[in-house]
């Protein structure tokens, strides 16, 4: 079974910068289509940013630019690099991965695309 692994969250001020980190246990990073996703208090899990193994990238409209995925196959890590950060990205920030292959790179911006979750990590954002 895999496991995917994230870290990095925090509580940090309006306006700072943080990075997350994710990694997988069996196979590598490299094989798999990986997404991040968020869940706000209260709210369901949403989209923030997919990519697939091809480098094919999808973000979220609403985050404008703000958040980047990235990969160190190397490091066998993927990474979100979220910059002016607001109180409204408050949230448990998933990883995700997939083996399936979709040919819409908007299939793999459902929470049903993938097969193996993280466990979370908090971001808090303070105003």
């Known amino acids: 079974q895999e496991q995917v692994a994230e870290s990095g969250g925090g509580l940090v001020q309006a306006g700072d910068s943080l990075r997350l980190s994710c990694t997988t246990s069996?196979?590598?990073?490299?094989?798999?289509?990986m997404g991040w996703f968020r869940q706000p208090p209260g709210k369901e899990r949403e989209l923030v940013v997919v990519q697939t193994t091809g480098g094919t990238t999808y973000s979220a409209p609403s985050l404008e630019g703000r958040f980047t995925i990235s990969r160190d196959n190397a490091k066998n890590t993927l990474y979100l690099q979220m910059t002016s950060l607001k109180p409204g990205d408050t949230a448990v920030y998933y990883c995700?991965?997939?083996?399936?292959?979709?040919?819409?790179?908007?299939?793999?911006?459902?929470?049903?695309?993938?097969?193996?979750w993280g466990q979370g990590t908090q971001v808090t954002v303070s105003s």
């Open positions: 069996r196979r590598e990073i490299r094989n798999y289509g």
């Open positions: 995700a991965a997939t083996l399936r292959y979709y040919a819409d790179i908007i299939d793999y911006t459902q929470v049903g695309a993938y097969d193996y």
